[in-house]
């Protein structure tokens, strides 16, 4: 067990961090789980956990398989989410593998029941498991399909009563508009969530955006290619774009 004290330089105490399954991908169209891009991801994780910051993962499946893929290559969607679910556990259990290479326990809990390599998801029980010192890494979702890994991050936050939900992206925050089309588009630092939705600003989903409103979750999305970009972020370096009521 260690000190569950937080560094003083940590401005959050328990955070989520949504991983994109892409956020594992080895470069465009390299291998959908890169054994140094997983490496990288950990030993970020890693910095932030070494500062006594809780740290869960939810980790998504867009790297391996998307419920709507499944749809045009004529799979149920409702099927093609399952698979999208399953997807997330071999990510996650990249993720445990990984560090507990580097050190750091971890574990995995699931949505849906899978006794012989994750345990159930249990609140009170990923609550201890923080208080031990060990990263909880959510998988499988929701358990539900035609719902997303943002809406469980969202969700996992709500009920965990984390302090923010980090977002790493391949983009470095939220512009006014789409800064691949326009060099005029301009960055926000911080926006509230109305004025996202004012500006139909594609943060999350809807479902995940509202949860994280309603429940005054901030979000803030961030480059994860930015080195020691998570790090950065605890300790309130000037990163991404905040969502904020
Ligand atoms: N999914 C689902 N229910 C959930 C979470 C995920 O059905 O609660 C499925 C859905 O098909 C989704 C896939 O799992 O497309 C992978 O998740 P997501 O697209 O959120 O992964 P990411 O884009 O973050 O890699």
Redesign the pocket.
Known sequence: MRDSKPDPRAKYKRVILKL???VLRGGKGGDPIDGATLSEVCSQVKEIHELGVQVCVVI????I????NGEKRGVDRTT??YM??L??VINGLALMDCLEKLGVNTRVQSAIPMNQIAEPFILRRAVRHLEKGRVVIFVA????????????AALRASEMHADIIMKATKVDGIYDKDPKKHSDAVKYDQITFIDALKQRLNVMDSTAFSLCMDNNVPILVFDLNDKHAIRKAIVGEKIGTLVRN
């Open positions: 994109s399954g892409e998504g499946g867009g790297n398989f998307r419920g709507l093609g989410d999208g679910m997807a997330t979702g929701t358990g539900n399909p035609y719902f997303s890994t943002d809406t469980t």
